[in-house]
């Protein structure tokens, strides 16, 4: 019978996508129980009560399309943020951008990068920084590339330079669960948009990045006022 997969990741408790989230960090059962504080027989319960939801998948199933559901959902939020985002930028129509763009950077919860067409980051806002563990003054000038991991550079230029090819053209670029490089050298992942726009006689791309452990985090910080733990 085939379902429709995000009204189904929609039904699950709060729990239920804990225990998928962590699974899918590579968790065992009782690595989930420890980190929720609950006993292994109520993790085998959960699952009972997933796979009830979303059907007689394999564990390693029902992980992917959670995951995938995941991704969908923080691409989503980032899409329209950086929607509005250009819509703000663009709409001034000639005046100064530089206050206005700095202002809505600082606010802003997500890292947000602002990259010239040769992809050379002209600025960001603090929450990039600390997502990468620089200061925000060493990210101007930098290559964006410094940020993917290596093997994956080569890649990535590929990528953005055909990106920017016809940026107007193009609907707004998603990056699923792309590798981020941190400063420390460690690689996490990240979901990202990019969204062209007119800036100083030429093209810059805005780009908006979320870390997908903080999106975990943010999840098992959540009480389900349906669960009983045992």
């Not at 809505?104 to 997502?131: E, Y």
């Amino acid at each position: 019978m085939k379902t429709d997969q995000p009204e189904m990741m929609l039904e699950l408790s709060v729990r239920e996508r804990q225990v998928l989230s962590l699974a899918a960090r590579g968790e065992t059962d009782q690595g989930i129980a420890n980190r929720l504080g609950i006993s292994p027989a109520t993790v085998n319960s959960y699952w009972v009560r997933i796979r009830l939801k979303m059907g007689q998948s394999s564990r390693t199933e029902l992980v992917a399309r959670a995951v995938a559901d995941q991704y969908r959902r923080t691409i989503e939020q980032l899409r329209l943020e950086n929607q509005r985002l250009r819509a703000l930028i663009t709409d001034q129509d000639g005046h100064d951008l530089e206050p206005l763009y700095r202002e809505i950077f600082s606010l802003a919860p997500d890292g947000i990068l602002l990259v010239s067409k040769d992809g050379i980051i002209l600025d960001c806002n603090d929450a990039m920084s600390q997502m990468f563990g620089y200061d925000r003054a060493q990210f101007v000038g930098m290559g964006l590339e410094a940020f993917v991991p290596t093997r994956l550079r080569a890649e990535h230029a590929v990528e953005r330079r055909r990106y920017l090819e016809h940026p107007t053209r193009k609907k707004m670029g998603d990056h699923f669960g792309t590798a981020g490089l941190h400063r420390d050298g460690h690689e996490f992942s990240i979901a990202a948009t990019l969204a062209a726009i007119p800036f100083r006689g030429s093209t810059a791309v805005i780009c908006m990045v979320r870390d997908l452990s903080q999106e975990l985090e943010l999840l098992l910080s959540q009480h389900d006022p349906e669960a009983v733990d045992a």
